[in-house]
């Protein structure tokens, strides 16, 4: 669905949109604060290597939400966009 950046700041038409802002943990390749053993444990888990510039941020706010609101992450999909060229 076409939605442009204006509209995602209010409710996108269906309200199929959320911005979760308090995961950029300081900003693009910043870590303030980011639980970086997070990384390391996804990695020896389940091998799949992680960046903390966006796909580590994104995979770990996913989660928390998930877990906040009671949804079961082994029900879910994370959709990997971006991040290291070998993934």
Excluded: C
Excluded at 9 to 38: C, I, V
């Amino acid at each position: 669905f076409p939605v442009t950046i204006d509209r995602l700041n209010g409710k996108a038409e269906g309200d199929y949109w959320e911005l979760h802002s308090q995961f950029t943990y300081g900003g693009y390749g910043k870590m303030r604060g980011f639980p970086q053993e997070f990384i390391a444990h996804v990695q020896s888990k389940i091998g799949m290597p992680l960046d903390f510039v966006y796909s580590g941020k994104a995979l770990y706010g996913s989660l928390q939400i998930m877990k906040e609101r009671g949804y079961n992450p082994a029900e879910s999909l994370f959709v990997h966009t971006g991040g290291y060229a070998f993934l």
